[in-house]
């Protein structure tokens, strides 16, 4: 599929769920018994249902890419030797009934493309999250030019978590990183509970009580009360201070603080504690996982981890129930 519409990834999710929906149905006609399921009649029903939705979507990108790369703005464009008459600049008559047609007929065809499966979904009655006639989820649209020119105004809007994020190196060849089954520590930063960074030595009891510690495994961070970073408010800017006295230094993007001095955390900053370059390098991200702790290192579950699991219990749940059936057969 071609990608002027922005539909493959789209068509892939609802094939999906449409296979998944034949499936579920078909092993409960079979009575929870994957291996009496008719796997080419189920397939042929998804090729059914999945027939003419995608045919008209792959041949409306195909489409979309043929009208942008024949699109000819003025009358004479192509023409070779009338090629002068461009000069009078005459609207092109494709582009004027092209025009035309697509305004009476985008929003109805861009609703269907969009939310045209909303249908196949369980409970259809609720509202389709990406028909065209729904209005922005997370702002109103008068702030849409406001968010367009003041980057800061979007990124309050967007309520996101954000943290200090630190992760190991994952095993070489595994292709895993930080949203996946690497190692990682990290801590929130929220306008309740200010974080407090520390050396892993010197870590305040009452600081890890409260869950807000942040401990740096550098032997180069040996104070209790090394940094502190927190948020302004609950939609406010996120803030880090070196503290004074703390002796060692703090590293923002390269940049060594002062004593005392504070600065605006921005998303993708990377920060040091005590040397730089540390061994522990933590980044301002909105990653979000209830399996991190700012004390130690964990495995960040990978989302395909529960997918597996899931498939293992399901094929050795099957495997049970056909070997219970094998006498009643025989």
């Known amino acids: 599929m071609q990608p002027n519409l922005g539909q493959g990834g789209c068509m892939a999710i609802e094939d999906a769920l ?11 006609g079979a009575e929870g018994r994957p291996h009496k399921v008719d796997m080419d009649a189920v397939l042929q029903k998804y090729q059914d249902s999945r027939m003419m939705r995608a045919a008209a ?7 979309a890419a043929m009208m942008a790369s024949t699109y000819k703005a003025y009358l004479g464009e192509g023409l070779g030797p009338l090629s002068w008459i461009q000069r009078w600049k005459l609207p092109h008559p494709g582009r004027v009934t092209g025009q035309v047609a697509l305004l009476a007929t985008m929003p109805a065809v861009l609703a269907w493309v969009l939310g045209g499966n909303i249908g196949a979904l369980v409970g259809a009655e609720r509202p389709g999250a990406c028909r065209i006639t729904d209005g922005l989820k997370f702002f109103s649209e008068k702030e849409f030019e406001l968010f367009m020119r003041d980057n800061d105004a ?5 309520h996101a978590r954000w943290m200090l994020l630190a992760e190991r190196v994952p095993a070489e060849g595994s292709g895993a990183d930080a949203t996946s089954c690497s190692e990682a520590k990290g801590i929130y ?3 309740d509970n200010e974080a407090v960074i520390s050396g892993a030595a010197a870590a305040d009891s009452a600081d890890a009580a409260a869950g807000s510690l942040l401990l740096v495994d550098d032997a180069a961070v040996s104070s209790a009360r090394h940094a502190r970073a927190w948020r302004d408010g609950p939609a406010g800017d996120h803030f880090l201070q070196h503290l004074a006295g703390a002796g060692e230094g703090t590293w923002v993007n390269g940049r060594r603080l002062g004593d005392g001095e504070t600065v605006r955390l921005l998303p993708g900053d990377l920060v040091e504690f005590g040397r730089s370059p540390s061994n522990e390098v933590f980044k301002h991200d909105s990653l979000f996982c209830s399996a991190l702790s700012g004390t130690t290192y964990s495995i960040i579950p990978a989302a395909g981890a529960a997918i597996q699991l899931l498939s293992e219990e399901t094929l050795a749940a099957a495997a049970a129930v056909a070997r219970e059936d094998v006498p009643a057969r025989r």
Request: charged share 10%; net charge negative; proline share 0%.
């Open 57 to 63: 979507i792959h041949g409306m990108a195909g489409m």
């Open 154 to 158: 979007l990124l309050r809007a967007t």
């Open 18 to 28: 449409t296979l998944a929906e034949e499936l579920t149905l078909a092993q409960a």
């Open 189 to 191: 930063l929220t306008a």
